[in-house]
């Protein structure tokens, strides 16, 4: 698999491609909801990509790792109860496993992801769980206009 793949966040510009994106059996997604107008999203999709390209390289981890502007996609927003931005989801088989509101430097994200467990194993036997609860808002996430 190429690193180049990588390299980039994709955009999700539809419902159907945001279902495909977190419904991949064995591959976790992390998805940032974000804004064209969020100067704090545009600095962690850079960490996300950079960490997603380490993650690849140093132990084989393959997350699918997009972005969904909620101004051009409010219902997949509605759909997930995102309120702020950036907010950061892990999805596992549909569901979402964690959640994280507000901006997060490279060393709280890589925390984060490693909490999440998804290097475990069993991910691609794992049977699909149901949500866990979200983390409270912190400081630098934005309001939803």
Excluded: Y
Excluded at 62 to 75: S, W
Excluded at 127 to 140: I, N
């Amino acid at each position: 698999m190429s690193l180049k793949r990588h390299q980039r966040i994709r955009e999700i510009t539809d419902a159907t491609s945001f279902s495909e994106v977190i419904n991949q059996p064995g591959r976790p997604a992390v998805v940032l909801f974000d804004a064209v107008w969020c100067s704090p999203a545009r600095r962690i999709e850079e960490r996300l990509s950079g960490l997603s390209r380490a993650l690849l390289r140093e132990g084989g981890l393959d997350l699918n790792v997009a972005r969904v502007d909620v101004d051009r996609l409010p219902e997949v927003a509605l759909r997930f109860a995102i309120h702020a931005v950036p907010t950061l989801a892990i999805f596992r088989f549909g569901q979402v496993a964690a959640m994280r509101l507000g901006e997060v430097d490279e060393r709280d994200l890589r925390q984060w992801l490693d909490n999440a467990g998804l290097d475990s194993p069993d991910l691609e036997t794992a049977t699909p769980s149901g949500p866990s609860s979200a983390s409270p808002q912190e400081p630098g996430s934005h309001p939803r206009a």
